[in-house]
């Protein structure tokens, strides 16, 4: 009978114990469950409602009629949405290098002792085009690149029509592009470089490896993972570029179809009524994201596996 009574009362302490281990592994899923919720609610079913939209006729309003591929298939033979692809891979490609070049170069510059106790005024100063509203810098672009009372016009004695000529109105988009950019990117690749290890460059100078040695050999091969992080989020940004372009030329939210980006695609349709289309440009757009991003990815891991 004492034995019964023992038995029972070390096997209490167990069940509690699994009962709360059991608890203890439901705590985390209890903190994460409001952004759970969010996610489900304000991203995955709008997602899936867009997709499914996308083969559908649909105005806002009344019955949605199934069209199945027929809205993918005209925005492929639509030679505006070619037009915009295009502008889109012009703003990407023509400011990638310039932002990302300059962006490491101050990082580096603000990591090395060069400037002193000027790092500190510095690296606000180049930061604060990222911390002033889109709307309100490039309102303030559009007054400097004024055909008439615009300062460079005005400053350099030009007459360019920074904003009307077809040829050059798209250089006034990646002007401001790098302006606000680089940076953002700096503080992203400061950070990378204080994660590298301070006793590798002391390895390096005895060595008798030069500054540029140390860069080339040390820094960029270990800030390649932070190089692959901020080559995807410019890709991603500059794809989904839309008031840079709209305000900075055409003053409102329709821009020419010389420099239209192809988020155009996306609001010009619902601004119409046709939302399966637009929701059919907003898929193609994420494809393209969605590609260039594995490339991006592809040729790390490839130049990673050479080094």
Do not use: C
């Not at 009629?65 to 037009?83: A, C, D, E, H, T």
């Not at 559009?142 to 460079?152: D, L, M």
């Not at 500054?211 to 040390?218: D, L």
């Not at 410019?234 to 900075?248: G, M, Q």
């Amino acid at each position: 009978m004492r034995a019964k009574i023992k038995a029972k009362m070390q096997a209490k302490p167990i069940v509690r114990t699994a009962i709360g281990s059991r608890r203890d592994r439901m705590v985390p899923y209890l903190f994460i469950l409001p952004y759970l919720i969010s996610f489900v609610l304000f991203f995955a079913f709008p997602a899936g409602y867009s997709f499914v939209l996308s083969f559908f006729n649909y105005k806002g309003y009344g019955v949605a009629r199934f069209v199945g591929l027929q809205n993918y298939i005209s925005l492929l033979n639509y030679s505006g949405f070619w037009k915009s692809i295009g502008n889109t891979l012009f703003y990407f490609g023509v400011h990638l290098i310039p932002v990302m070049g300059g962006a490491f170069l101050f990082a580096l510059l603000l990591q090395s002792t060069v400037l002193g106790k000027w790092q500190k005024v510095f690296k606000p100063i180049l930061f604060l085009p990222q911390v002033i509203p889109v709307m309100a810098a490039t309102l303030t672009f559009r007054i400097i690149f004024a055909t008439n009372t615009g300062a460079i016009n005005q400053v350099l004695g030009l007459g360019v029509r920074w904003l009307e000529d077809p040829s050059v109105m798209r250089w006034s988009v990646i002007i401001l592009l790098i302006w606000r950019a680089t940076g953002w990117f700096m503080i992203v690749f400061l950070a990378g470089l204080t994660t590298i290890n301070p006793s590798l460059y002391e390895a390096a100078i005895l060595d008798g490896a030069s500054a540029f040695q140390r860069t080339t050999r040390v820094t960029i091969p270990l800030m390649r993972p932070i190089f692959l992080f901020a080559f995807i989020m410019d890709a991603i940004s500059s794809f989904k570029i839309y008031t840079e372009v709209n305000v900075l030329i055409g003053g409102t939210l329709n821009a020419p179809t010389d420099a239209m980006p192809i988020m155009n695609m996306v609001t010009n349709n619902m601004r119409n009524g046709s939302f399966g289309m637009a929701s059919a440009a907003g898929w193609l757009l994420f494809v393209m994201i969605l590609g260039v991003s594995i490339i991006e990815l592809i040729l790390m891991r490839e130049r990673r596996a050479q080094a």
